[in-house]
């Protein structure tokens, strides 16, 4: 579809006609010539003289070069743009991070795998992760590891493929042996400050009590609550064990319930398996649509054409004048000197 950026320039279509009527014509002065027989000349040409000057006058051929070229300048000047069909485009309006434990206690081997092998928990965390991440398409998702102190290992991003990839790089440890589960909140409510959408959630991950962090995960998730983040709690592990590896869950509960976030508990890889089909289910996937019609400018079509037309008429008057030269006078008789 054709449309113009500056429409209103076609007002100008009229400003020759108003400058010729408005403005006197441009005058030239020429030297005259006075001779003694002026009287036989006005009777040989039978012109009659008269004072004052003489306008020219343009013939119509002319005057319709002139005011098309006028017209296809104005029209360039109007910026004509082609509108291109719309392209639709999905922008997705959730950020989920991930936030998972890497504590030693992840290396614990009491998970079954889809084909009944003996795993440790990080494995079956990688297995039911990576199949959430599938079904994630239109979200963007970023993803935090933590151990002794908490490390960003993808920022927010669409390309899920790299986020499940850099999941499956992840080994036990290599964020330190301890957990630090409030300090890994309060990275990821860091992370959300650049986030633009409307829906923020945090998914937790560990296995463990909170050993190693500055900001206690509650007070975490008091800020969490004041900025719109949602988190869900998913504990793994035997509630029943004790020491540094012992599970709290009253603490993930309380961080749960302070963000209106859900708390789950994982003991093997089945429940692993119901809880993120519960969370796929409660965090649905929003994107909006978003249509853009591309514009592409095409004022070089009328200065193209008004200098194509231009050249065209300036040929065809020098091919005229030529032949009125070359042409023979008729009162003049052939071969006469």
């Given at each position: 579809m054709l449309t113009f950026a500056y429409p209103w320039l076609a007002l100008l279509i009229l400003l020759p006609f108003l400058v010729r009527w408005l403005l006197p014509a441009h005058s030239t002065a020429r030297a005259g010539l006075r001779v003694p027989?002026?009287?036989r000349l006005v009777a040989l040409t039978g012109q009659q003289p008269h004072r004052g000057g003489v306008v020219a006058t343009r013939s119509l051929p002319r005057l319709v070069v002139l005011a098309l070229c006028w017209g296809l300048v104005l029209a360039a000047m109007m910026r004509p743009q082609w509108i291109e069909p719309p392209l639709?485009?999905?922008?997705?309006?959730?950020?989920?991070?991930?936030?998972?434990?890497?504590?030693?206690?992840?290396?614990?081997?009491?998970?079954?795998?889809?084909?009944g092998r003996t795993v440790d928990r990080l494995t079956a965390v990688k297995g039911v992760?990576?199949?959430?991440?599938a079904r994630r398409k239109g979200d963007r998702v970023g993803l935090v590891v933590f151990g002794d102190a908490p490390f960003a290992l993808v920022p927010f991003t669409t390309d899920l493929d790299l986020c499940r990839a850099m999941l499956r790089d992840t080994v036990v440890g290599m964020a330190g042996p301890?957990?630090?589960?409030?300090?890994?909140?309060?990275?990821?409510?860091?992370?959300?400050?650049?986030s633009t959408v409307k829906t923020k959630t945090i998914i937790a991950l560990t296995d463990g009590n909170d050993t190693a962090s500055q900001v206690p995960p509650s007070e975490a998730a008091g800020v969490a609550k004041d900025k719109g983040i949602v988190i869900h709690t998913v504990a793994m592990g035997d509630p029943t064990t004790v020491g540094e590896d012992k599970l709290d869950e009253a603490a993930l509960r309380d961080v749960a319930l302070a963000t209106a976030g859900g708390y789950f508990r994982a003991l093997d890889r089945a429940g692993l398996e119901q809880i993120y089909a519960r969370l796929d289910a409660i965090e649905t996937r929003r994107i909006d649509t978003v249509t853009v019609?591309?514009?592409?400018?095409?004022?070089?079509?009328?200065l193209a054409a008004a200098l194509v037309f231009s050249l065209l008429a300036q040929a065809?008057?020098?091919?005229?004048?030529?032949?009125?030269?070359?042409r023979p006078d008729p009162h003049v008789p052939e071969g006469a000197p």
């Open positions: 027989f002026f009287a639709h485009r999905d922008e997705p309006t959730r950020d989920l991070l991930l936030l998972v434990d890497l504590s030693g206690s992840m290396d614990t081997r009491d998970f079954v795998d889809a084909e992760l990576d199949e959430f991440l301890r957990t630090a589960l409030g300090d890994a909140i309060g990275l990821g409510i860091g992370l959300f400050d650049r019609r591309p514009k592409r400018d095409i004022f070089w079509v009328p065809l008057r020098l091919l005229w004048s030529w032949r009125s030269q070359v």
